[in-house]
């Protein structure tokens, strides 16, 4: 009898805690596993249940996560994976298609801070690998939005440009969840959001490319070739979390 399961995406945020094995240690470190992921449960014990990771960044490693109640698993059978998903960004018109969707708007920054420079991601093909961990350079008011905004999908083998929800990008592919305008202090939707307070600034300190602005006859503005915001982060982020193109990515992304 198969022993294949897949994480549940019955936890809020499409994460669930789990610990690696720590051999003759009682708990390991602990970590989170995306939903979706494919593991190999191996045995059942004094509320835990103990399996093996077959793919993500953690493939090979022995875990173990508690159970749900006494008859009921975080881990679960009968998911299907889909075959690789594929997605495609336009640096200069500031667009994203996916699975026959699209053009929806999406922007990879172009800025320094001082510190750093930060350009867009270059053209090319790479893999969009599965997600890491759950990432914390996000903000909770993009829960009006989505409650996926924590799970960032790497691209390639860049250390730092990652496809993920957001308004600001430091050289990623960013996809919006609204658009704001720096004139009307608002956003194509309504009202300023709250919890955003800070794009003011971004504006204010002339980092304008954090935001996908460019100077033409001396005002800011996005490209007139830039489409609608997607209505959620959460159709993207379903058609990428099965979807498998082998045991470390979801799909490909072509960057022109």
Known sequence: MSQIRFISLEEPDGWLAVRLDAGDRILGTKISLPYCLKVELV????????????????????????????????????????????????????????????????????????????????????????????????????????KYHKTWFRIGNFADRYLHVGVISEGCVTVRPFLYDPVADSTTTGPFPPDFSDLRHVFSAHIEGALGLHSQNGQHVYPKTMPNTLASWDDLYLYLICSRLNDHAVGTLIVK
């Open 43 to 146: 045995e059942t014990r004094n509320g835990r249940d103990y399996f093996q990771i077959l793919e993500g960044p953690y493939r090979g490693r022995r875990a173990s996560a508690p159970r749900k109640s006494q008859s009921q698993s975080w881990l679960v059978s009968g998911l299907t994976q889909r075959p690789a998903a594929g997605v495609q960004f336009s640096v200069a018109d500031q667009s994203i298609t996916y699975n026959g969707k699209g053009p929806f708007s999406a922007f990879s920054g172009a800025w320094s801070n001082g510190v750093r420079e930060f350009t867009p991601i270059p053209a090319g093909h790479y893999e969009i690998n599965m997600p890491d961990s759950p990432h914390d350079k996000t903000r909770s008011g993009y829960y009006r939005y989505t």
